[in-house]
């Protein structure tokens, strides 16, 4: 069995982002790069099921310029076998993921496609389930347990309410959602031999897909800030404060 | 062309956060007709038609509608979508889980949690984390929106819109509901509630969450929510989590117990109207938001407030 992971770069989680003074953008220069957290977990998710011998190989693919090489050496250091770099130097919106995944789905003809439930820059939570539409498989989004038996996938599902079980049909999409595992960190050896690791160079065009953006940015904007406000003594002031300045309670 | 709206329910009843999603959809067009998509729930459809502003309501129902499966929801809302201008849906897990789906089908962008309609083909949503807010003009024919709730007021009851029902299509049959594990809590719903008590990491275990945070929700009537450590030390479930991937709350009060601020549980609380922290690092970023601070250890503040609220009512 094949798996493909998808994995984003993106601004490292710890980094407070900048908005540019004049809302063309959002400021990226010199900026921590990492990893997106959920597609570390789609990794790990993928490396546990190779070593339970349920998977041969693992592909990790990304979408982005030529530095998101880096996030695919990450990836082939914490245990995927190849990777596939498809360079586009503009942001690419997640319809287009969608259908550049799809030609890499197409030719490679994964089981299983491990994706993160959303990507912490764009925030968009989108390019699984556009997949799974684009080739009619079934979807397990937002996915705390994967267990792989009898030619199904039984995935459960972190929702609103709790907890929910589904069974997919194989091939299917699987997106993760935080409490799937805990991803590994990547040894110093294997960090040497992932760069002897394959890594593939495409295009856009090589997949035959127009990848011009549907949205307009019109503008990007600082979020209204709020400022600090009181440290009070006591619990005494505090419900005090509450009932007769804020009057909330 | 109009509106569809589709409603978050249970087959039983309407979730409120449908009323919210309402007003995005008339910001959009004065036209909007309700999908109520379920089993058996012909009784949501009869609520639905009660919001203000609803001018039908549409009610497919199918025993492989009942669990709202991505698959099924997404053949359903397929055709039925070619004949508006925009599909909206309030920003819950069911619609998360459904509403890319349908956008690929029809080859159109979706756009995410919106917290603003500028015009109807230009809206405003939070990125990286709600950092930054950008403004984004659709140029597709339909346009597929998921929508914030929390900064969208809920329309009133008035309407009387009726009720017609379609056909489903044949299940899909791709995927199969096996069962659901939900939290039950007297508690109100977290999205919904007034006022929310979040505990952190600090708590330390899962009996120290009961005793220190339900009491204190109890007190004040509040839902209780969690930061991310907080779930994954298994203290409270996963539906508690407030923030950037967990729930975004935005309650009159929001009091965060042992909570550092991180920018991801902010993302989930930070335009609740009046923020309250309590926390022994006078340094913790929360207090960078918070209204009132109480800098001191969580074990020692939170009986005391309790007694003080308890004087305060009684
Ligand atoms: C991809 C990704 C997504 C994430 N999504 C979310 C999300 O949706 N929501 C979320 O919350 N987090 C999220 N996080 C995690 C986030 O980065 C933080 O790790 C998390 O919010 C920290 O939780 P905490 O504040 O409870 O714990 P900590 O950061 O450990 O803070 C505990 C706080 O308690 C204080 N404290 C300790 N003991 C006491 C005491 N006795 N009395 C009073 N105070 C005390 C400490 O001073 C400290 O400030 C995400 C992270 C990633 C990478
Ligand atoms: N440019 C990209 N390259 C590789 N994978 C991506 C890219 N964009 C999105 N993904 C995958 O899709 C997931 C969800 O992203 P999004 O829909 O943008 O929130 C991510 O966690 C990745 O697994």
Request: glycine content about 8%.
């Amino acid at each position: 069995m094949k798996i493909l992971v998808p994995v984003k770069r993106v601004v490292d989680f710890n980094v407070k982002i900048r908005v540019k003074a004049d809302g063309t953008g959002v400021d990226l220069a010199n900026v921590k790069m990492s990893m997106n957290p959920f597609d570390e977990i789609a990794i790990e998710e993928a490396i546990r099921l190779k070593e339970a011998g349920k998977a041969e190989e693992i592909i990790a693919v990304s979408i982005g310029p030529q530095k998101a090489q880096e996030t695919i050496r990450t990836a082939l250091a914490m245990g995927a076998d190849r990777g596939i770099l498809i360079k586009c130097d503009d942001e690419v919106e997640p319809l287009a993921v969608a259908k550049l995944l799809k030609g890499v789905v197409d030719a490679e003809k994964p089981d299983i496609v491990i994706l993160g439930k959303q990507a912490i820059d764009d925030d968009s939570n989108q390019t699984g389930q556009m997949l799974s539409a684009l080739l009619g498989w079934p979807q397990g989004t937002f996915a705390s347990k994967l267990e792989l038996d009898g030619g199904k996938a039984r995935v459960t599902r972190e929702i609103d309410g709790g907890l929910q079980t589904i069974l997919l049909n194989m091939p299917c999409i699987i997106t993760t959602d935080l409490r799937l595992n805990e991803p590994r960190y990547a040894s110093l050896p294997n960090i040497m031999k992932a760069k002897k690791k394959p890594l593939d160079e495409k295009t856009a065009e090589d997949y035959g897909v127009d990848i011009t953006p549907r949205l307009k940015v019109l503008e990007t904007v600082e979020p209204a800030t709020r400022e600090a406000g009181e440290i009070l003594a006591t619990p005494e002031d505090l419900v005090e404060k509450l009932k007769t300045q804020a009057g909330v309670i | 062309m109009g509106v569809l709206l589709i409603a978050e329910h249970d087959n039983t009843s309407l979730n409120a956060a449908t009323a919210r999603a309402m007003s995005a959809a008339l910001a959009i067009s004065k036209d909007v007709h309700i999908l109520v998509a379920g089993n058996g729930c012909s009784s949501v459809a009869v609520e639905a038609g009660k919001l203000e502003g609803a001018a039908k309501v549409l009610l497919a129902e199918a025993p492989h509608l009942e669990n709202h499966l991505a698959e099924e929801l997404a053949a359903l809302t397929e055709p039925l979508a070619k004949q508006y201008e925009a599909v909206l849906a309030p920003a819950t897990s069911v619609s998360k889980n459904f509403m890319p789906r349908l956008a690929a089908l029809l080859d159109v962008a979706q756009v995410s949690e919106i917290t603003a309609v500028k015009s109807p083909d230009t809206f405003e949503r939070p990125i990286y984390a709600g950092n930054a807010i950008q403004s984004v003009q659709s140029s597709d024919a339909i346009k597929i929106i998921t929508v914030r709730t929390t900064t969208f007021e809920a329309v009133e009851e008035g309407g009387s819109a009726s009720v017609e029902k379609i056909d489903a299509p044949a299940s899909v049959g791709l995927s199969d509901f096996i069962g659901e594990e939900l939290s039950s809590s007297d508690r109100p719903e977290l999205a919904a509630a007034r006022v929310v008590v979040s505990g952190g990491r600090a708590l330390g275990s899962k009996e120290n969450f009961v005793k220190y945070i339900e009491p204190l929700a109890e007190q004040l009537n509040a839902a209780v929510g969690a930061s991310r450590a907080a779930v994954d030390a298994g203290y409270v479930s996963n539906d508690y989590q407030v923030g950037q991937t967990g729930k975004v709350v935005a309650p009159e009060l929001y009091i965060a117990v042992g909570i550092s601020g991180a920018i991801q549980h902010l993302a989930g609380m930070k335009d609740s109207k009046v923020i309250v922290a309590i926390n022994k690092d006078e340094e913790a970023p929360i207090f960078q938001i918070a209204d009132y601070g109480l800098v001191g250890d969580l074990f020692e503040i939170l009986p005391k407030l309790q007694s003080e609220l308890s004087k305060s009512s009684g």
